[in-house]
């Protein structure tokens, strides 16, 4: 197992494939014609997930922030290499120029907090992206479409989250999953007190491989 690979040659061929997929079908995610585009990436610190994220960034010209907390289930670990960080904010900032890089997550040592992570923390963190995601979307004052470069195993257990439901989905590699979520907030709450689970999801499909939309 290695620890945080990079994208094979069929990897990066799959990322270009998927960028100018996205840049020239708008109606995979514009579905009701507004010419709403993609308003910004989040990508996993995770190695390939970031060179997944480049084609995009660079096809589309799309604010790209790093999420170290979209990562895979498991984290950064090998059982004969030790403690291991992950990428650091600089090593990040010279690859990927451009990125938003949070010196908060990203840090100087690594972004990976060192270790594997339990099935438990890991189901933890997919509920902590749930608020975060309902929280964002309340926050907004009109209809915004994100991207989010992660990986599948963590993307199935969120999707789980999202929609409570009670089985996996397995995700391919570069396939496209579109999701609406709008939060479902009154007039006498407060962002803090709407962060929770209160969201209408509305999903539009799964595992899209080309121009059309894959059944749910």
């Known amino acids: 197992r290695l620890p945080d690979p990079p994208l094979t040659e069929k990897g990066w061929v799959q990322a270009e494939e998927l960028a100018m997929r996205l840049e020239r079908n708008p109606e995979l995610y514009d579905f009701d014609g507004r010419q709403l585009g993609i308003q910004r990436i989040y990508t996993s610190a995770m190695y390939r997930a970031l060179q997944t994220s480049s084609p995009m960034h660079r096809h589309m010209r799309i604010p790209t922030e790093v999420w170290p907390d ?29 990125y938003e890089i949070p010196r908060g997550t990203v840090r100087d040592n690594g972004w990976w ?33 994100i991207a989010m470069v992660s990986h599948g195993s963590f993307l199935s257990a969120l999707i789980r989250a999202l929609t409570q439901a009670k089985c996996s989905f397995a995700l391919l590699n570069t396939s496209i999953s579109c999701i609406d979520i709008q939060a479902m ?32």
Not at 192 to 212: K, T
């Open 70 to 98: 979209i990562h895979e289930t498991g984290g950064i670990f090998h059982i004969n290499e030790g403690m291991l960080r992950g990428l650091t904010h600089d090593q990040v900032a010279v690859e990927f120029a451009g």
């Open 185 to 216: 907030r009154s007039e006498y709450e407060d962002i803090d007190e709407a962060e929770g689970d209160r969201a209408r999801i509305r999903v539009h499909y799964f595992n899209c491989l080309d121009n059309g939309r894959a059944k749910t």
């Open 113 to 145: 907090r060192g270790g594997a992570e339990t099935y438990e923390q890991m189901l933890a963190r997919t509920h902590s992206t749930k608020r975060r995601l309902i929280k964002m979307a309340g926050e907004l004052d009109d209809d915004m479409t």
